[in-house]
């Protein structure tokens, strides 16, 4: 879509309007300087109820820019010295994470909940684990023998899906995409629980929903590609299958307890999902693999993009700028086109 701008009027040269572009340009950079450190690295992920017991959490502590990162094993909390410090950091992709162990509070481990790294059980103080953090995503962790105590950790890398910052999205939240009229009749369908940094993500089948026990839960998730999601059947509501929209997997229909059904997703996009006997009643799920190709964001024209690309750096005067610097471009091609015929 072409946007027609109003033609300038002789008094005001384009030499003028550079230098008011310029003003803006740097205004907004000594706005930006003086804004808070939260209002640069983003507000609060969501990290699900990962947190709820953990009494020393008290917010994300941005340690992007570092390239080491300790955090104290052993800290005071959780009733004792069953505590991470600080709970939950966000760091730059090949960052160092160090664990120190104070020595206090008996033995404690490191161990990710995705299984990607496990310290060995320690009570020495002074004594450390390292690990480097290369991909974005959210990384949970804990101590295994006193998890249930709250003693619970979290490292934000880079700027996942969900993990706030950047983008169009509210902060802390995850972009919701357009699933068309797939949910309308899905009773516990709130909105796409964020999955992303998870190796693996189990959804009940035969969770209540949709007058009784016909709904996946959750009914929609977000998961990078290489991730695996694991059905996990309820033994309620009856015999239920999986079966994808588009004919690319189906599980067989069973009702027992326990039952699991598999599928890895590798590439990008939205895979919905249902079972066959309780479709029309609102049992359907749909896994989004990815960001904003999952999204189905719209694509720009070139001259568009530089127009965006101007307008982050010198706000609304630049974006009034480029858009007549561009306009008067597209007319002088215009125009070349014209005489060359």
Known sequence: MTTRQPAMSQGVSRRAVLRGAAGAATTAVVLNAAAPVAAQTGT??????????VDNYDGTIDKTGQKRVTITVG???????FAFNPAAVRVDPGTTIVWEWTGKGGVHNVVDEAGAFESEMVGEAGHTFEYTVESNGIIKYACQPHKTMGMKGA???GNPAGAGGGGNTPAGEVAEPDYGEWFNNVSNYEKTVDKTGQQEV???VGAEGNNGSFAFDPPAVR???GTTIVWEWSGNGGAHNVAAEDGSFESEMTGDAGFTFEQTFEETGIVKYA???HKTMGMKGAVVVGGSQADGAANTSSDTGEILAIGGGLGLVGVLMAMFVFGTRSKSRRST?????
């Open 275 to 277: 079972c066959v006997p």
């Open 202 to 204: 189990t959804i009940t």
């Open 155 to 157: 490292i934000v890398v």
């Open 44 to 53: 609060e992920p969501d990290y699900g109820g990962w947190f709820e017991n």
């Open 337 to 341: 086109q014209k005489s060359n015929r």
């Open 75 to 81: 800290a005071e909390g959780n009733g004792g010295s």
């Open 223 to 225: 998961i990078d590609p």
